[in-house]
């Protein structure tokens, strides 16, 4: 997609750094708060160019920006576009409608979507791009964490935040290479070129902008359209609908010279993964790491060295994030942090945990993210909460710019299918959040499910993470 002001490829050629074509160094974010976006924010901070730029909402991101030098407004008005501003880029949730980009587009800057801009990075560096439905994150911070421990400085850009990288999602490198998370959402990665690739599995997700999985499945193989010939490709060979594209697949490869790899825990180095992942919890964080594991070696690092990184690993932003304990009833609870929505996700990282946890209770509170991803896959998810002993659900987040109405199922009707299952003890819905603290203090006074041995988890894409903080100053 393009706009009437966005600079055709040709203005920033491949080879040259990206933008230095612009003589006028400063850049405006809308909608600068989002995860991709401040971690681009970062990258153009490093080029010393001057950054500026706006969200809905005051958020820690938005806070931690300010303190690196941006200059955030909180709102989104026409006026905030003014001055002399070098490009403009926003977040491709924002409708055209939004004031700032209407009034970006009369501008004579170039105007870029995020995965636009990001796009001309990827034709510059040697790129490493992990994408999937599930499991980027993960993936990409590994795969970063074990090229850093290898000697080797690789630029980041990570849709989460970590530890070591100062709990940002982006890091400088010197190498003249980018660890990208490649997500597919409204098409995104269809604007990357990259040399190597993961791809952690494939599934029926963002379907609001897809409609149907074979448009998914399309995307995907764009994807591998676009890498740069003589990469490497890592392929998820237990994730049946990644699978089903191998023909396909292997077609495209041959004609751009890409070595496949396909990767599965059945492997025998998977074993070695599993032994330096075994502090994490979940199989699917072994999938994860085993597929980072393959893309590091290729890419030259010592196996010491990526295993190292791996033990060392202490999990990302809002991935099972441990935030704290809290004490009910005598009983001290400790209390996770995550970031799933999709059905596939939640599932995964429930049972993840009740392995991981052993004899331990489970009790998840969830925020739903997005009405339509509810209601296209509503059967899906009245399944996704079967690992856990105690359930909390919270009305849905509706996403700002991506939903005009109402979807045709509510959280209040899933908890209703749920509780007819009967596979869960103790059920509730809450219409909000500040009924959640009552019940968190006189669930299992009645006997059904203690708080002795349990541990809480919050979860959801929206603000759940907000109401983590305030239980946590609550309840010491």
């Not at 090229?147 to 990570?158: E, G, H, N, Q, Y």
């Not at 448009?215 to 764009?222: G, H, K, M, T, Y």
């Not at 489970?362 to 991803?373: D, N, S, Y």
Request: net charge positive; with cysteine.
């Amino acid at each position: 997609m393009t706009h009437k002001n966005s600079t055709p490829s040709h203005i920033f050629p491949a080879g040259s750094p990206p933008f230095s074509e612009i003589k006028e160094k400063s850049v405006y974010f809308i909608g600068i708060g989002g995860i991709g976006m401040s971690a681009l924010a970062r990258w153009f901070l490093a080029q010393k160019w001057a950054v500026s730029g706006s969200d809905v909402v005051e958020s820690d991101i938005t806070r931690a920006l300010e303190k690196e030098g941006v200059r955030v407004k909180i709102g989104q008005k026409r006026a905030h576009i003014g001055g002399s501003t070098g490009l403009f880029i926003y977040n491709q949730a924002i409708s055209e409608k939004n004031e700032e980009r209407a009034e970006a587009e009369k501008k004579k800057a170039p105007l870029l979507s995020y995965a636009e801009a990001v796009g001309f990075l990827t034709r510059y560096y040697d790129t490493y791009a992990v994408a999937g439905a599930h499991g980027k994150s993960t993936t990409s911070s590994l795969l970063s964490l074990a090229l850093v421990r290898a000697k080797k400085s690789p630029t980041v850009i990570v849709g989460t935040l970590l530890s070591e990288f100062g709990g940002k999602n982006f890091r400088k490198g010197s190498d003249r290479s980018l660890v990208l998370e490649a997500d597919e959402f409204h098409g995104s990665f269809l604007n990357y070129a990259p040399q190597h690739a993961i791809i952690t599995n494939i599934d029926r997700e963002h379907l609001d902008w897809y409609e149907r999985f074979e448009n998914v499945q399309r995307a995907f193989l764009e994807f591998v359209k676009n890498m740069r010939p003589g990469g490497s490709l890592i392929l998820n060979k237990d994730n049946a609908r990644l699978r089903s594209l191998a023909k396909k697949i292997a077609s495209i490869c041959e004609r751009k010279n890409i070595t496949i790899v396909w990767y599965s825990l059945r492997d025998r180095d998977a074993e070695k993964v599993r032994r330096a992942m075994a502090h994490v919890s979940g199989t699917h964080m072994i999938s994860n790491a085993y597929a980072a594991f393959l893309l590091a070696r290729i890419l030259g690092a010592k196996e010491k060295d990526i295993l190292g990184a791996f033990r060392a690993y202490h999990g990302v932003w809002r991935r099972m994030e441990y935030k704290g304990k809290i004490k009910i009833q005598k009983s001290a609870i400790d209390v996770y942090d995550d970031y799933a929505h999709h059905p596939t996700e939640i599932a995964t990282t429930l049972k993840g945990a009740r392995e991981f946890f052993k004899k331990k209770n489970i009790i998840c509170a969830f925020q739903p993210h997005q009405e339509k991803r509810l209601s296209i896959l509503f059967p899906e998810f009245i399944k996704a909460f079967d690992s856990v002993h105690a359930l909390f659900l919270f009305p849905v987040y509706r996403v700002a710019g991506r939903e005009a109405s109402a979807g045709a199922h509510t959280a209040k009707n899933l908890a209703g299918r749920i509780a007819a299952r009967k596979k869960i003890k103790e059920l509730t819905y809450l219409e909000d959040f500040s009924m959640f603290f009552p019940f968190l203090m006189n669930i299992g006074k009645d006997g059904k499910l203690p708080y002795r041995d349990s541990v809480l988890i919050m979860m959801g894409a929206g603000n759940i993470n907000e109401e983590t903080k305030k239980i946590l100053k609550k309840i010491k």
